[in-house]
């Protein structure tokens, strides 16, 4: 059994590590505020095209993919994002303040076309933006598809899927989401 001295030294040496990576992304052209954690083992694909705020923490194994070089990903302060997220960007996703994504999320703001006369794989994709407004709260495994916002300080049970905006203060179910309450 770990002692408490063990585990404090621990705690600390993967706040150390967690930072120094968000600095090695900074130097890598991304623009960090202060304070934010970038967990192991997470991949960041063109780090020019993401922003994140202050004390804002991305747990180990995220992956966030700018498809290209115009993309914007913008992720506000004191966001959190769980172990095994996947962001896949083409254009635009932005993140408000006080944002929790728990782990395993998907977010998109494309789809393929799929017209029946060619080829999925040749026709290219269609995007629109993703906004999560601030004090969300996505539970595990919840996909969000292209064209969304989520309303300030809606909930989105796990393992929903989410093809429509979301309103505000709403909470959110299924595959498709559906509102199934509101917060008091």
Do not use: Y
């Amino acid at each position: 059994m770990l002692s408490l001295l063990e585990r404090q030294l621990g705690d600390t040496f993967s706040v150390v590590f967690d930072r120094l990576r968000s600095s090695l992304l900074s130097l890598r052209g991304a623009h960090l505020d202060g304070r934010v954690r970038l967990g192991k083992r997470s991949v960041i694909q063109k780090p020019w095209c993401l922003s994140i705020g202050s004390r804002s923490q991305i747990e180990h194994q995220v992956h966030i993919k700018a498809t290209d070089d115009r993309t914007e990903i913008r992720i506000g302060k004191s966001v959190f994002v769980g172990f095994n997220c996947e962001f896949d960007i083409s254009e635009k996703l932005i993140i408000g303040d006080h944002v929790l994504i728990a782990p395993g999320c998907f977010i998109t703001d494309h789809n393929h076309l799929h017209a029946a006369n060619k080829l999925i794989a040749e026709q290219g994709c269609e995007c629109a933006p993703v906004t999560l407004e601030d004090d969300v709260w996505l539970g595990a495994h919840v996909v969000v598809l292209p064209g969304v916002t989520i309303g300030r300080g809606a909930i989105v049970a796990a393992g929903s899927v989410v093809n429509r905006d979301v309103e505000s203060m709403s909470i959110v179910a299924g595959a498709p989401a559906r509102p199934i309450g509101k917060r008091a």
